[in-house]
T-cell receptor
Framework: GENVEQHPSTLSVQEGDSAVIKCTYS??????FPWYKQELGKRPQLIID?????GEKKDQRIAVTLNKTAKHFSLHITETQPEDSAVYFC????????????FGTGTKLQVIP | GAVVSQHPSRVICKSGTSVKIECRSL??????MFWYRQFPKQSLMLMAT?????????EQGVEKDKFLINHASLTLSTLTVTSAHPEDSSFYIC??????????????FGPGTRLTVL
């Protein structure tokens, strides 16, 4: 089955700096890669996703890059703000409606004011 | 946006009892629902995939007789933890996928249920 690894497990940045979280996946058939943000005690919220037919996607301060050959993808958050502090999970899926999503181990991001 | 509700949000029960958790898609039809378990400071661990009208597919290591899943309608799936024990205490989260619109359908998560077994 799919295995998703995520690094780092914790990340502290100063407000205004950038944060980068990296993930690798094992199943070359995976073609859909969502990123979720989870605040303490709350549900995961989708923040951005990317499909395997593109290499990069950007939404305001958030961007995701995908390298299919190397089977890794990354989340980039620029101009970080304290409200960005949360746990971020990457995930991988084969994309079909019934296909399960495999989550990474999570990164706790702390943005220091 | 799509809304998924989960009930109850918190439950405390005695060891040996059974607990039922409901997951509902409020404004869309969910052909597929997923049940996850999350321990403190850990990732979401998929327990099972539930398709409407068929038996759930359980992940390796998840006891299907202990965690009963029913997906009787396109808007409701239930997870019953049978004969609960303290080690079953965890945060259980469901998610639902809209059955329309193609392959890359976003999962919408419920708010989770905190189960504490005494």
């Amino acid at each position: 089955g799919e295995n998703v690894e995520q690094h780092p497990s914790t990340l502290s940045v100063q407000e205004g700096d950038s944060a980068v979280i990296k993930c690798t996946y094992s199943d070359s058939a995976s073609n859909y890669f969502p990123w979720y943000k989870q605040e303490l005690g709350k549900r995961p919220q989708l923040i951005i996703d990317i499909r395997s037919n593109v290499g990069e996607k950007k939404d305001q301060r958030i961007a995701v890059t995908l390298n299919k050959t190397a089977k890794h993808f990354s989340l980039h958050i620029t101009e970080t703000q304290p409200e960005d502090s949360a746990v971020y999970f990457c995930a991988a899926s084969k994309g079909g409606g019934y296909q399960k999503v495999t989550f990474g181990t999570g990164t706790k991001l702390q943005v220091i004011p | 946006g799509a809304v998924v509700s989960q009930h109850p949000s918190r439950v405390i029960c005695k060891s040996g009892t059974s607990v039922k958790i409901e997951c509902r898609s409020l404004d869309f039809q969910a052909t597929t629902m997923f049940w996850y378990r999350q321990f403190p400071k850990q990732s979401l661990m998929l327990m099972a995939t539930s398709n409407e009208g068929s038996k759930a597919t359980y992940e390796q290591g998840v006891e299907k007789d202990k965690f009963l899943i029913n997906h009787a309608s396109l808007t409701l799936s239930t997870l019953t933890v049978t004969s609960a024990h303290p080690e079953d205490s965890s945060f259980y989260i469901c998610s639902a996928r809209d059955g329309s619109g193609g392959s890359y359908n976003e999962q919408f998560f419920g708010p989770g249920t905190r189960l504490t077994v005494l």
